[in-house]
């Protein structure tokens, strides 16, 4: 039964690039969100997913957007990165909306902005 | 948001038992309480939740006080693996937000 998944693993980019960032759930899971951790602190919610619509948002701009595909698999995208986009990107699935719903993280990417 | 009182650091030896207390006393009557736990540069791993009663799995005992305004994680044989910060966080159910607080970096010693 395969974990949470994401995709890069690693990634560096420059400032005003744009990137994308990739995330298949826990089988079974229909529902993704989307943490950032920079460093020394804990993660910070980011947008849920759930049947294909952006369902809870955190304090967060516009330049971060997401998709959800029918296969439940999901993007985090950013635009115009600024050096503070530096962190760790961590996904987790999730079953629903509607239970005591556990979430499952991924390993996460890391993302560098230069 | 409940909010969370968690130490900051503790230790203990492995072999023994580690109890890692979290205070949540603005928390919600629908509001279970959840831990995870980061090792190093990896993405959270879930322990365990309850709501009011106390449970357990392979991983780890979870005590709730009686009026819910506090908590106790147990991993009854602490070992070397299980050094890693700790988080507590009460959450409603459907509520996708986790909210992480600090947490508690746990060590074990040889």
């Known amino acids: 039964d395969a974990g949470v998944t994401q995709s890069p693993t690693h990634l560096i980019k420059t400032r005003g690039q744009q990137v994308t960032l990739r995330c298949s759930p826990k089988?079974?899971?229909?529902?993704v969100s989307w943490y950032q951790q920079a460093l020394g602190q804990g993660p910070q919610f980011i947008f849920q997913?759930?049947?294909?619509?952006?369902?809870q948002r955190g304090n967060f701009p516009d330049r971060f957007s997401g998709h959800q595909f029918p296969n439940y698999s999901s993007e985090l995208n950013v635009n115009a990165l600024l050096l503070g986009d530096s962190a760790l990107y961590l996904c987790?699935?999730?079953?629903?909306?509607?239970?005591?719903?556990?979430?499952?993280f991924g390993p996460g990417t890391r993302l560098t902005v230069l | 948001d409940a909010k969370t009182t968690q130490p900051p650091s503790m230790d203990c030896a492995e072999g023994r038992a580690a109890n890692l207390p979290c205070n949540h006393s603005t928390i919600s009557g629908n509001e279970y309480v959840y831990w995870y736990r980061q090792i190093h540069s990896q993405g959270p791993q879930y322990i365990i939740h309850?709501?009011?009663n106390n449970e357990t799995n392979e991983m780890a005992s979870l005590i709730i006080t009686e009026d819910r305004k506090s908590s106790t994680l147990i991993l009854p044989h602490a070992t070397l693996r299980d050094t890693a910060v700790y988080y507590c966080i009460p959450n409603p159910p459907g509520y996708g937000k986790l909210t992480f607080g600090q947490g508690t970096i746990l060590t074990v010693h040889p």
């Open positions: 987790a699935s999730s079953r629903g909306l509607a239970l005591s719903d556990t979430q499952y």
């Open positions: 089988s079974g899971h229909d529902t």
């Open positions: 309850g709501l009011k």
């Open positions: 997913y759930y049947e294909e619509e952006e369902r």
